[in-house]
């Protein structure tokens, strides 16, 4: 062990020994030198957590990057989710309402189809015949038994169509329609009784005193074509007969 002595000197206006100010410092080199190794340890112990809390701070400032970078992706995503989603439900509410309005224009158009479905039929089952006409004039009741035999009988006239096709084919004769059962009451020949007619100007009239119960087409040029007179039954006349087109 080595020893170092030290003299402090004070001003001398102190009146004190130069013993009193002596002093003895004992030094160990050993234990300096622990020491100083002991805070280059601290030091370096130091620089070490500082440096760790540097890079623990980036790692936080890196994941906290990640974390808002994803939060962003994610709210892009859902919002082109949303997007998409709203564009679609607009897009099926427009192809729901043309559906609707595609499907009233067809339930039109089919209830338009039907009624004149129900013309045509109408006119298919009044117009599927032949019209023919007999040779030679007789009554009204062997007219119709003339047409019988040929499969058919005196022509019906139910609608305007009809009376305008027999006016334009220039046919006169027997038709089936008279008021024999009930007077005033003119029925066709298949017991229908006739609600459409077209009787000429002051027809029909029973002239004079004489019952006129049978009907007669005289066609003529006028249009509406008015061409029915009533006629004894008795009275002789050409027919006009008419039966399916398939017989």
């Known amino acids: 062990m080595s020893v170092h002595v030290s003299k402090i000197n004070t001003s001398k206006d102190m009146n004190m020994d130069d013993n009193t100010y002596s002093k003895l410092i004992f030094s160990n080199p050993r234990t300096t030198t622990g020491a100083l190794q002991s805070g280059a340890e601290q030091g370096e112990g130091f620089r070490r957590y500082r440096r760790a809390a540097v890079c623990l701070g980036l790692l936080g400032l890196v994941l906290l990057g990640v974390a808002a ?76 038994k003339y047409c019988r035999e040929k499969g058919g009988d005196l022509v019906m006239i139910k609608s305007k169509e009809k009376q305008t096709v027999l006016n334009e084919m220039r046919l006169n004769g027997w038709i089936g329609l008279s008021d024999e059962s009930v007077e005033g009451k003119w029925t066709w020949v298949d017991t229908t009784t006739a609600n459409q007619t077209f009787w000429d100007e002051g027809q029909p009239d029973n002239w004079g005193s004489v019952d006129e119960d049978c009907a007669v087409f005289h066609s003529k040029d006028d249009d509406p074509p008015l061409t029915w007179h009533d006629h004894k039954c008795s009275s002789k006349h050409l027919a006009i007969c008419e039966k399916s087109a398939f017989q």
């Open 69 to 144: 970078g994803l939060c962003i992706k994610y709210r892009t995503e859902r919002d082109q989710i949303l997007n998409r989603y709203t564009g679609l439900a607009e897009d099926l509410l427009a192809n729901y309402s043309s559906l609707v309005k595609e499907r009233d224009q067809l339930s039109s158009l089919r209830s338009m189809l039907e009624a004149k479905v129900t013309q045509l039929e109408k006119q298919f089952q009044e117009f599927n015949c032949r019209i023919f006409q007999s040779a030679t004039e007789d009554t009204w009741n062997m007219s119709r």
